[in-house]
């Protein structure tokens, strides 16, 4: 029978999304212009240890795609994605393809969803030249030390991004007070063994 013309067209962005970056965005936005529907779907990931809770991550992605009318977020949690597409009734599992990275996993995981639900198909879409290594572990990096974000994400989700990632500066010298007062501990303990005159 001939499918109605008229059918909603869905697609699923699955992803950790830990967090939402540039690179996510510009494939959230292509599959929105092809699809009637798009489903972003953050996923918790048991190989990796999130810095964001899959809530969290699905309130960065909210906040950074409202000007899409077509483009809805959801949680995998204790489903495989397979059933969540045939539950859903999507037609496409869309994924972005960055250069070798993604090229192996992505392949792998497109072969086991074609055996698990044969009426979906996997789409890659190729990552835009500007955003080929752009990755949210490189983020988490650069946002670590109190590097600048702001070309990885975009600036209404950067300040909570960078706030939560910034990890707290090592002090690179003692204060003069805690100083001087390890001194004179080690000067005592030095008399205490008989060694008094015992310099730094
Ligand atoms: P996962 O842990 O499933 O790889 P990610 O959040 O890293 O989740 O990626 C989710 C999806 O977004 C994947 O399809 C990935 O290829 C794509 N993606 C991530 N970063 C980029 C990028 N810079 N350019 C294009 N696609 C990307």
């Known amino acids: 029978m001939a499918e109605s013309p008229h059918r909603r067209r869905i697609a699923v962005c699955p992803g950790s999304f830990d967090p939402v970056t540039y690179g996510h965005l510009d494939i959230i936005s292509r599959a ?14 048991l190989e990796k240890r999130p810095a964001f809770t899959l809530t969290e991550r699905l309130l960065l992605i909210e906040q950074v795609t409202q000007q899409y ?3 809805v977020i959801d949680i995998l949690e204790e489903e495989l994605l397979a059933d969540y597409v045939r539950r859903v009734g999507a037609d496409a599992i869309v994924k972005g393809l960055r250069a070798v990275s993604d090229f192996e996993y992505g392949f792998q ?5 074609k055996k698990l639900c044969p009426e ?10 500007d955003n080929m290594y752009l990755s949210s572990s490189i983020v988490k990096q650069i946002a670590a030390l109190g590097g600048d974000i702001s070309s990885f994400v ?3 989700i950067m ?10 500066p090592v002090p690179s010298a003692l204060d003069a007070e805690t100083k001087q007062r390890l001194m004179q501990q ?4 030095a008399k205490t063994i008989g060694k008094e005159g015992t310099q730094e």
């Open 32 to 45: 929105a212009k092809i699809f009637d529907k798009v489903i972003v779907l953050v996923s918790a990931n």
């Open 69 to 71: 009318e077509n483009v």
């Open 109 to 113: 995981m497109a072969l086991g969803n």
């Open 120 to 129: 979906a198909e996997t789409m890659f879409l190729t990552a835009a030249a």
């Open 154 to 156: 975009p600036p209404e």
């Open 159 to 168: 300040p909570v991004i960078a706030g939560r990632l910034r990890r707290p």
């Open 186 to 189: 080690v000067q005592q303990f």
